[in-house]
């Protein structure tokens, strides 16, 4: 399986170039967090380690260029009503596509899916959601015990890091992303 067609050096590069030095230190933990998750769950090494690597490739551009993407590929406008925690993974999707060339739909959809969820979630897209919330340079109350759930029970592991995060956006009394409710509903009660 070869979903990029240049180096994986190449694609380091593109991906290091659109971000901060932290931001890239924090993408290289999701990937080795990713990698060993895929491991574990019978997932391609390959569509992992892409899904990890480009999961915030657009995390720290300006709004404009989001709101442009929305309109230009007519996405869902109640999309504009919502920030960057949903927008780098929704909307940078298309950014995937159109500077990376990355179309493997199942990459583009774990991408997609990566903060908020979905009622319905490949193995890949739990992968990647669990593993952008337990790489080893996050440290909050319950990491280790979703750490050790993601490796016994990756469904599990996503209705506990949903449940969580709901709760941490009520108490910060923070509007809720329907996707985010709708992820809830399906993982979590």
């Keep these: 399986m070869h979903i990029y067609a240049a180096s994986r050096a190449g694609l380091l590069e593109k991906i290091a170039a659109a971000m901060s030095a932290k931001r890239f230190e924090h993408v290289l933990r999701v990937e080795e967090m990713a990698l060993r998750l895929a491991e574990c769950w019978g997932v391609p090494a390959e569509l992992a380690s892409l899904a990890a690597l480009v999961h915030d490739y657009a995390k720290e551009r300006p709004d404009a260029d989001f709101l442009l993407v929305i309109e230009q590929e007519g996405l869902d406008p109640t999309?504009?009503?919502?920030?960057?925690?949903?927008?780098?993974?929704?909307?940078?999707?298309?950014?995937?596509?159109?500077?990376?060339?990355?179309?493997?739909?199942?990459?583009?959809?774990?991408?997609?899916?990566h903060t908020v969820g979905a009622a319905h979630m490949t193995k890949l897209s739990q992968i990647l959601y669990m593993a952008?919330?337990?790489?080893?340079?996050?440290?909050?109350p319950g990491v280790e015990e979703v750490r050790a759930l993601a490796f016994d029970d990756l469904a599990a592991s996503v209705g506990w890091q949903t449940q969580h995060t709901l709760k941490y956006l009520i108490e910060k009394s923070v509007p809720v992303y329907p996707g985010t409710l709708t992820t809830y509903n399906a993982w979590s009660v």
């Design 79 to 113: 999309l504009r009503d919502w920030g960057n925690n949903v927008w780098h993974g929704v909307v940078g999707a298309e950014l995937v596509k159109s500077e990376l060339g990355i179309m493997h739909e199942e990459i583009l959809d774990a991408m997609r899916q």
């Design 132 to 140: 952008d919330y337990i790489e080893l340079g996050r440290t909050f």
